[in-house]
């Protein structure tokens, strides 16, 4: 960004890159060499390791024995403040429907234009369960949980790349109070999600995510739907 007197602020752009590293290791499913992070965040590879670097001095980044990189533990730590109290409240609720669906379930919030999976559980006998690592991201415009949120935003803000379809989509889902998908997100998964209004405004929802189809799609929608309940709840909403 300009500055006065024709300077780059090197500080906030800096700063920048390192978020987008961090969000580029998450989104990523597997440990990357720092070649490719560099690929990725547009930078020279003597850049992208100066800011590995750093990330790596305050734990948020780690490399394994070949030298690729993934998010460090100390992410973690950082990750189990944000929205606690929600957190504590959703875990017991998303465990129990998990193990009563043996599906993996998981709250999902919103943040500007995406989706971010905030905590999710798989059943405990699940025979083919799908990870849904936290963190997780996907643009709102997409997928159940998408679907579900944007059933609680009036149709003038919805975003401009919805397309008709989806439109048509959200609005079914606004009015049976669920949303499914398939195929969206992810090739050969599908996904049922609820809306989860927060006492705040924030917006959430509740979701599964799935191989197989061993429930109707109403009857998962409706546990989710008290899943949903007990979380308003227990927070207070």
């Known amino acids: ?5 024709g300077t780059t602020n090197a500080g906030s752009q800096t700063l920048s890159r390192g978020i987008r590293i961090l969000e580029i290791l ?7 060499t ?47 403040g944000v929205a606690h109290d929600l957190q504590a409240e959703a875990l017991p ?3 129990a429907a998990a193990n009563e669906l043996g599906m993996t ?10 989706c971010i999976t905030l905590a999710s559980v798989e059943p405990r006998h699940g025979i083919a369960s799908v990870a849904q690592r936290p963190g997780t991201r996907h643009p709102v415009t997409v997928g159940a949980p998408g679907k579900a949120i944007l059933s609680l935003v009036p149709e003038a803000r919805w975003p ?23 195929d969206e997100v992810i090739a050969g998964l599908r996904s049922i999600a609820v809306p989860l209004p927060l006492p705040k405004g924030e917006r959430a929802a509740v979701a599964v995510v799935y191989l197989s189809d061993p429930h109707p799609d109403a ?19």
């Not at 960004?1 to 007197?5: I, L």
């Not at 750093?54 to 189990?80: F, I, K, P, W």
């Not at 989710?224 to 007990?230: C, E, H, K, P, R």
């Open 1 to 5: 960004m300009p500055m006065p007197g």
């Open 26 to 32: 998450a989104d990523a499913r597997e440990p990357l």
């Open 34 to 80: 720092i070649d490719e992070l560099s690929r990725r965040l547009d930078v020279h590879r003597s850049i992208a390791y100066r800011l590995l670097r750093t990330l790596e001095e305050h734990g948020l980044v780690g490399r394994d024995g070949n030298g690729r990189v993934a998010l460090g533990s100390r992410m973690a730590a950082l990750a189990a």
């Open 93 to 95: 609720e998303l465990t």
């Open 105 to 114: 379930c998981f709250l999902s919030v919103l943040d500007r234009d995406e």
């Open 160 to 182: 401009e790349g919805l397309d008709d379809e989806h439109r048509a989509d959200v609005r079914v889902a606004r009015e049976r109070g669920w949303a499914t998908s398939h």
């Open 219 to 237: 009857e998962i929608a409706h546990r989710l739907t008290q899943v949903a309940s007990a979380i308003t709840a227990a927070i207070g909403g």
